[in-house]
């Protein structure tokens, strides 16, 4: 994964950090903006998992913090609830300025509350997910229920949310009062993912449902069975994760791609900016080869070797089925297991110096039917004498010319 450390502005002039995640091949297909749940951070493990999930089925994913939260400058103190709709917001812009405008908004429990808000005015954002939501912003007062009463008369409490010391004022509380979710969420005319824990004890599930019934189709729940609110255990956040990068894919757009073009019957193309990821058309088929990881590729496919060892694998199979069905003998199945190393050639005469070293293809298969033991001595015979084999034991040509670009 590769990931940036952003520093941006919002529109008081404020500096916000976040990270921008990138997938592997650096080459997103769209952009997603998260907003973190309420005095949380960017770096909250739940955060940091529902983004590798997304990182990894091809999205770019931006998280940042809030105003006086995590690495971000300003006092928390001096916020509000429509300061977070306004850091998402020039989050957005900033995207959009410097990379790509976001196509997918995701917030979490009063992240997600502004998220709703946020989305009505990021034109670029075509699908919306809510983990945690609550379906009014005043929830928030609950968290702070012993000190309302402090709030209220002396204008601001220190209050202990998460372990952390936070100042609260009243007019945090008083800009909750005004903003009506439910309203938003009914004009809202994007779609939207509503994931909530039934378990949830912090916001609780009654809230995912008067989101969904205010919201318009297309929309959709999820049940987050077992999780908590900040969704502790790992195997939550990567469903979740999981679950909204295949559900917004139905909403956002893909780019075409690149087809290529070719006077024969396979064509490889790879650019400079791909490391060793090479796209490549077989006939009608699409398909990617790689190296793996241990030798600087991305291990996105097959390397060169192992597609040749595919080759013979998968000739040998359809070679012995052939030959199986012209005898009328019962082979039911063929597993064909094939791999490639260079060992030292039989009666070596420079094995002390690495030269007798040949290509060698192990091949081991193994059949299913209610075949004899003569039936299945032939068949072993049949397997030398599959195309692809006999086209490695034979001397072949390699014939390269330079041509101009097909495509």
């Given at each position: 994964?590769?990931?940036?450390?952003?520093?941006?502005?919002?529109?008081?002039?404020?500096?916000?950090?976040?990270?921008?995640?990138?997938?592997?091949?650096?080459?997103?297909?769209?952009?997603?903006?998260?907003?973190?749940?309420?005095?949380?951070?960017?770096?909250?493990?739940?955060?940091?998992?529902?983004?590798?999930?997304?990182?990894?089925?091809?999205?770019?994913?931006?998280?940042?913090?809030?105003?006086?939260?995590?690495?971000?400058?300003?006092?928390?103190?001096?916020?509000?609830?429509?300061?977070?709709?306004?850091?998402?917001?020039?989050?957005?812009?900033?995207?959009?300025?410097?990379?790509?405008?976001?196509?997918?908004?995701?917030?979490?429990?009063?992240?997600?509350?502004?998220?709703?808000?946020?989305?009505?005015?990021?034109?670029?954002?075509?699908?919306?997910?809510?983990?945690?939501?609550?379906s009014d912003p005043t929830h928030v007062k609950h968290l702070v229920?012993?000190?309302?009463?402090?709030?209220?008369?002396?204008?601001?409490?220190?209050?202990?949310?998460?372990?952390?010391?936070?100042?609260?004022?009243?007019?945090?509380?008083?800009?909750?009062?005004?903003?009506?979710?439910?309203?938003?969420?009914?004009?809202?005319?994007?779609?939207?993912?509503?994931?909530?824990?039934?378990?949830?004890?912090?916001?609780?599930?009654?809230?995912?449902?008067?989101?969904?019934?205010?919201?318009?189709?297309?929309?959709?729940?999820?049940?987050?069975?077992?999780?908590?609110?900040?969704?502790?255990?790992?195997?939550?956040?990567?469903?979740?994760?999981?679950?909204?990068?295949?559900?917004?894919?139905?909403?956002?757009?893909?780019?075409?791609?690149?087809?290529?073009?070719?006077?024969?019957?396979?064509?490889?193309?790879?650019?400079?900016?791909?490391?060793?990821?090479?796209?490549?058309?077989?006939?009608?088929?699409?398909?990617?080869?790689?190296?793996?990881?241990?030798?600087?590729?991305?291990?996105?496919?097959?390397?060169?070797?192992?597609?040749?060892?595919?080759?013979?694998?998968?000739?040998?199979?359809?070679?012995?089925?052939?030959?199986?069905?012209?005898?009328?003998?019962?082979?039911?199945?063929?597993?064909?297991?094939?791999?490639?190393?260079?060992?030292?050639?039989?009666?070596?005469?420079?094995?002390?110096?690495?030269?007798?070293?040949?290509?060698?293809?192990?091949r081991q298969i193994a059949l299913t039917g209610a075949l004899d033991?003569?039936?299945?001595?032939?068949?072993?015979?049949?397997?030398?004498?599959?195309?692809?084999?006999?086209?490695?034991?034979?001397?072949?040509?390699?014939?390269?010319?330079?041509?101009?670009?097909?495509?």
């Amino acid at each position: 994964m590769n990931q940036q450390k952003i520093l941006f502005e919002n529109r008081e002039g404020i500096r916000l950090a976040g990270r921008l995640e990138f997938p592997i091949d650096q080459h997103p297909h769209n952009y997603v903006l998260f907003a973190h749940c309420f005095t949380c951070s960017k770096n909250l493990t739940a955060v940091r998992n529902i983004s590798n999930a997304l990182v990894d089925k091809g999205f770019a994913v931006f998280r940042f913090d809030f105003t006086g939260l995590g690495e971000s400058d300003g006092d928390f103190a001096d916020t509000n609830f429509s300061g977070n709709v306004e850091d998402l917001v020039d989050a957005a812009r900033f995207l959009e300025e410097s990379y790509q405008a976001p196509t997918l908004l995701i917030g979490h429990s009063l992240g997600g509350a502004a998220a709703i808000f946020a989305a009505e005015r990021i034109g670029s954002v075509r699908a919306l997910a809510t983990i945690a939501a609550p379906s009014d912003p005043t929830h928030v007062k609950h968290l702070v229920q012993s000190h309302l009463e402090e709030i209220q008369s002396q204008g601001a409490a220190r209050v202990t949310l998460g372990g952390r010391e936070f100042t609260i004022k009243k007019q945090f509380l008083e800009d909750l009062e005004r903003n009506e979710l439910k309203t938003v969420a009914n004009r809202l005319r994007k779609p939207l993912l509503i994931l909530h824990a039934p378990q949830d004890t912090t916001v609780g599930i009654k809230n995912a449902e008067m989101l969904y019934q205010a919201a318009h189709h297309p929309k959709s729940f999820v049940s987050l069975d077992g999780a908590d609110h900040l969704l502790n255990q790992k195997k939550d956040s990567l469903y979740a994760g999981e679950v909204i990068a295949s559900w917004a894919l139905r909403y956002l757009q893909l780019p075409e791609p690149a087809r290529l073009k070719t006077r024969h019957q396979v064509v490889a193309g790879l650019a400079s900016s791909d490391g060793f990821t090479t796209r490549m058309k077989a006939g009608r088929h699409y398909l990617t080869a790689d190296e793996p990881a241990s030798v600087g590729g991305n291990d996105f496919g097959p390397s060169p070797y192992e597609l040749v060892s595919a080759g013979l694998a998968a000739c040998t199979a359809m070679t012995l089925h052939m030959y199986a069905r012209r005898k009328g003998w019962p082979l039911e199945d063929v597993k064909v297991h094939t791999s490639h190393g260079k060992n030292h050639a039989q009666d070596c005469e420079q094995c002390e110096t690495g030269q007798g070293r040949i290509d060698t293809f192990q091949r081991q298969i193994a059949l299913t039917g209610a075949l004899d033991t003569k039936q299945r001595e032939r068949l072993l015979e049949i397997a030398n004498k599959c195309p692809v084999h006999r086209t490695l034991h034979t001397e072949v040509q390699v014939i390269t010319t330079l041509v101009e670009d097909a495509g």
